[in-house]
């Protein structure tokens, strides 16, 4: 019994090590090396053992890295060292200026730099004894901190437990100290890259939510949450960029102590750059200033740091900030212009949403002509009026905001907007239910509703049937000929021909991808129907519990609720979708249409060789066409987009590559010949 009991503690500990090593492979480097099916699996097996053997359950398994329980409040923490907060730099002069000075205090002594990029997020202190994550404590004033570990342990690029050989390696470096005295203090920047805030933005403003101004406030108010179940579903992320070990620094150099951060599993940025002198920093800044916007979460400048540590304490701190490093912040990406017109657009969800349209300005390049204001208490909260002078601000390639009315313009010709009692497109009823903030046309014919729900069908994400455009479901819906997602499979190519810009060969091509719609993914078809609350994540975590449409739609609402990660009023949400009459019989009529809706067999599921790799092709290939590498592709596990983005993971040129090989380049997406990609599948 004891040898048995042994032995299913190791398989435990193995299980936590392997998934540990998954993690880390998929958060922080993002380079999964398994499937999501065969990485499911590993996790179901340990929650198996765990719940049949509790006995070995520890609060640093990766099971649970969401405490069941929300905490009262949070106690604070005095920080040993403080955590300042850094002098700003906006010209290549004052940065010149910062080297001068403290190359003035060396006196002499060499020293280098290391720029990285200025995250735009908060900052977080992550201790670590006896190598397991005890605490996780806010800047707060630098001073003293909030304690949020329970929040800190939802981020899953943040080890719970440290690597055993990289943690022996900083001991080993302090010998007056005994292993499990050492106290270990990681500071990183937490933040939301701008799709996991877009994403949390948009189901806020569907449920009504004040919405986040953006991603550093997303981040700020997230890790404050007192529900460590909600500060789980938000993907929060970190890198990490300070190493303290018992407060001092356990390395003569700041490069060395990233480095060391990356051998024990942390996720450090990787753009972080030795710098020679302040020329390379200056060089490092000017390319970072060109590519921001192709970064996946925002940052508002560079930081530069003195790389050697015993010069870093030399130099010093004042109150504020150290002497020894310094941001050099990119040019601000606001401009202020006027409301000439608000309108009101709707949505997907009958939602109305008000558009603010711009007297046009540009802004970092770029020609802003309209900006959404989400809703009316968006409106109220900011205050505004038609004909206001406004800062607006663009930050990425996310739509631009209103952040505030400049009141000192005002000529009191402004004029108050009011939000219409009546669906603006069909004239419909128009209600704002108690607690919402959004008003919506609740017309079940409403064709704007139609019209917004069949490009989120179409999409990408979801159904992916490329060629269906917004023009073209505009047409469509506009001419009668679709009335429901249905009616796509019934269109014919006559029909199709009679639509503008539709010739004989496009709509053949569109045909054949509405046809090839029929068979995505099972999640796909859960998400392409737009329940609410319903995003892509949740959609995966219903097909991986429901193999059916019907085992999906006969669920009750407890037992929707009963599912990890899926809280009361997404439960009620999808239970209440599937009760009305209409949506059934939308269900059967896509299936009747052939609609794939069962979770697909697992022996295709186990094709995962390309799982999660998007493709984008380019050129022509000697080997096979690009539809039939299209669907070699697709077959083992991964995607192809028609255009690259900085979603795509490789493009793969072929003869004669046009202007996505360019793309590809100024993105920096791999690219790959097709001998390398036929390597990659084991065809060649
Ligand atoms: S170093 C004492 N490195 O910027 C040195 N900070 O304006 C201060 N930040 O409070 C921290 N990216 O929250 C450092 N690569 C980076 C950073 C970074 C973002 C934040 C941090 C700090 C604030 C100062």
Redesign the pocket.
């Known amino acids: 019994m004891a040898q048995k009991l042994d032995q299913i503690r190791r398989k435990i500990e193995k299980l936590r090590e392997q998934i540990r090593y998954h993690d880390y492979r998929y958060y922080v480097l993002n380079d999964p090396v398994i499937s999501d099916f065969e990485y499911d699996q590993l996790v179901h097996e340990l929650r198996r053992l765990e719940e049949q053997y509790p006995q070995f359950i520890t609060p640093d398994s990766p099971t649970r890295r969401v405490s069941g329980q929300p905490v009262e409040g949070f106690e604070t923490y005095v920080h040993a060292r403080p955590?300042?907060?850094?002098d700003?730099s906006y010209s290549e002069a004052e940065i010149r200026e910062f080297d001068r000075r403290l190359r003035k205090l060396a006196a002499g002594r060499p020293f280098n730099y290391v720029s990285?990029?200025?995250?735009?997020?908060?900052?977080l202190a992550l201790h670590y004894s006896e190598g397991r994550l005890v605490r996780a404590v806010t800047?707060g004033d630098g001073v003293r901190g909030e304690v949020v570990t329970e929040n800190a342990r939802t981020i899953r690029s943040i080890p719970l437990v440290l690597d055993d050989e990289a943690l022996s390696e900083l001991i080993s470096k302090r010998r007056s100290s005994p292993r499990d005295r050492v106290l270990i203090e990681v500071?990183g920047?937490v933040f939301l890259s701008r799709d996991a805030f877009s994403e949390l933005n948009r189901e806020r403003a569907e449920a009504g939510e004040p919405l986040f101004a953006n991603p550093r406030n997303a981040a700020a108010g997230t890790l404050k949450l007192l529900d460590p179940r909600i500060v789980a579903q938000r993907k929060l992320d970190i890198?990490c960029?300070?190493l303290l070990v018992d407060n001092e620094h356990p390395f003569a150099t700041h490069w060395e102590a990233l480095q060391w951060l990356q051998r024990a599993r942390f996720k450090v940025?990787p753009h972080n750059r030795l710098c020679s002198g302040i020329e390379d920093v200056i060089n490092y800044y000017e390319q970072f200033k060109e590519r921001r916007d192709a970064l996946a979460y925002e940052v508002d400048g560079i930081?530069v740091?003195v790389n050697q540590t015993a010069l870093q304490e030399e130099f010093g701190a004042t109150a504020k900030?150290?002497r020894w490093?310094i941001?050099y912040k990119f040019p601000a990406r606001q401009a202020t212009t006027r409301i000439k017109d608000i309108i009101v657009q709707v949505g997907r969800t009958g939602a109305l949403t008000p558009v603010a349209i711009l007297e046009p300005v540009e802004i970092g390049g770029v020609t802003v002509t309209r900006s959404t204001l989400h809703n009316e208490d968006e409106i109220e909260r900011l205050g505004l009026k038609i004909g206001d002078w406004v800062l607006v601000e663009r930050s990425g390639d996310v739509i631009p905001k209103v952040v505030k009315v400049i009141p000192e313009r005002r000529t009191g010709r402004e004029k108050p907007f009011k939000m219409p009692d009546r669906c603006p497109v069909c004239g419909g009823r128009v209600v704002r239910p108690p607690g919402e903030a959004i008003r919506r046309c609740i017309s079940a014919t409403c064709p704007a509703k139609l019209k917004a729900g069949l490009k989120f069908y179409a999409h990408r994400r979801a159904m992916d049937i490329e060629g269906l455009g917004d023009a073209l479901i505009d047409q469509l819906v506009d001419r009668g000929l679709v009335k429901d997602f249905a009616d796509l499979y019934h269109l014919k190519k006559t029909e199709l021909m009679s639509l503008e810009r539709m010739g004989e060969k496009s709509a053949t091509k569109l045909l054949g991808q509405i046809e090839a719609s029929k068979h995505r993914e099972f999640y796909r078809l859960i998400f392409a129907l737009g329940i609410r609350h319903v995003g892509e994540r949740t959609a995966q975590i219903l097909a991986e519990h429901y193999d059916s449409i019907q085992a999906l739609m006969n669920a009750s609402e407890q037992e929707l609720e009963a599912i990890p990660e899926i809280g009361p009023i997404v439960a009620r949400s999808i239970y209440e979708w599937f009760r009305e009459p209409r949506n059934r019989k939308l269900i059967s009529r896509l299936e009747a249409a052939g609609v794939r809706m069962r979770r697909e067999p697992k022996a295709v599921r186990r094709e995962t060789r390309l799982a999660g790799l998007q493709f984008v092709l380019t050129g022509r290939l000697a080997s096979m066409t690009r539809e039939e590498a299209s669907r070699l592709i697709e077959q083992l596990g991964g995607r192809v987009a028609s255009a690259v983005s900085r979603r795509t993971n490789y493009v793969i040129v072929g003869e004669e590559p046009g202007s996505k090989l360019d793309r590809a380049r100024q993105l920096g997406v791999p690219t790959l010949t097709e001998k390398e990609f036929l390597k990659m599948i084991g065809r060649q």
């Open positions: 955590m300042l907060s850094l700003n990285e990029l200025k995250i735009d997020g908060v900052s800047r500071r920047e890198f960029y300070a940025n930081v740091k900030a150290p490093a941001a």
